[in-house]
């Protein structure tokens, strides 16, 4: 994939342009970048164009300007669009990823052909009690952090993976992050209850997470589904970040889905 910079921001993104069919994007989870997706984009090359994104922050995204947050994510990525020519995509979100993507939806409705969620939650209809129900336990991770990123790290990865394998490759791009970007993470409450509820979508929508994953996400996914009629998978063997977890898994259930949002 070609790494490129989508001029005046600080975002860095990697394309694959060469299939004739659909965009596919993916837009990684908190502390990581678009290298959670390897496995999905080996799988995907030569069967859609694909398009991964290092969220502001994070990865090669580290070029940040005065005045730069969370909540121009959205219009980063309709640039990236413009610069492409790409009309619309599917996009695949996990974790952060699915709150940015929803986002990008909210805003760019026109734009998107499909939404992937996984270990996320609605956007638009999100119980903040929730949220305080883990809130000691963020705190206590970001106080890790602010001590050694290899300790938080450490801890992080048990949280965001399942498997070994997962949890070796997630720590490998949990430690690059910057202990400076954590500011950048207090802007994604302001993407939250931002829009109305929707009652219904142009776009097919598919949510999901691991059966690892924690009794609340699952319990979001489970709920999510049943209000908006959408598509839903519980993964087996597979935690929070499951497109890492079980990759062949998520690779055939993913392509399914966006098989049947062809028109």
Request: with cysteine; net charge positive.
């Amino acid at each position: 994939m070609k790494n490129l910079y989508l001029d005046n921001s600080p975002i860095a993104y990697y394309i694959d342009d060469t299939a004739d069919n659909d965009w596919l994007v993916f837009v990684h989870a908190a502390f990581a970048d678009y290298r959670m997706f390897e496995k999905q984009i080996d799988y995907f090359a030569g069967k859609y164009n694909l398009l991964a994104i290092d969220i502001l922050g994070h990865g090669n995204s580290l070029r940040a300007r005065k005045g730069d947050k969370m909540d121009k994510m959205s219009d980063w990525i309709a640039r990236i669009f413009q610069k492409h020519n790409i009309s619309a995509a599917h996009l695949v979100g996990v974790s952060l990823g699915s709150v940015l993507i929803q986002d990008f939806a909210n805003q760019y409705e026109n734009k998107v052909l499909s939404l992937a969620c996984f270990g996320g939650y609605d956007v638009n209809n999100f119980d903040f009690t929730r949220q305080k129900a883990n809130s000691k336990g963020q705190i206590k991770m970001i106080l890790k952090a602010l001590i050694s990123v290899k300790w938080f790290a450490e801890s992080n990865k048990k949280i965001s993976a399942y498997t070994s394998d997962a949890q070796t490759a997630f720590y490998n791009m949990n430690i690059r992050f910057k202990k400076s970007s954590f500011k950048y993470m207090s802007g994604i409450n302001k993407l939250v209850n931002k829009y109305p509820k929707k009652k219904q979508r142009s776009y097919k929508l598919l949510v999901g997470c691991g059966e690892h994953d924690i009794p609340a996400e699952i319990e979001i996914v489970n709920e999510w589904s049943e209000y908006e009629n959408c598509d839903k998978v519980i993964f087996k063997c597979a935690g929070h970040c499951v497109n890492m977890d079980v990759p062949q898994e998520f690779n055939i259930t993913l392509e399914h889905f966006l098989q049947t949002c062809r028109k």
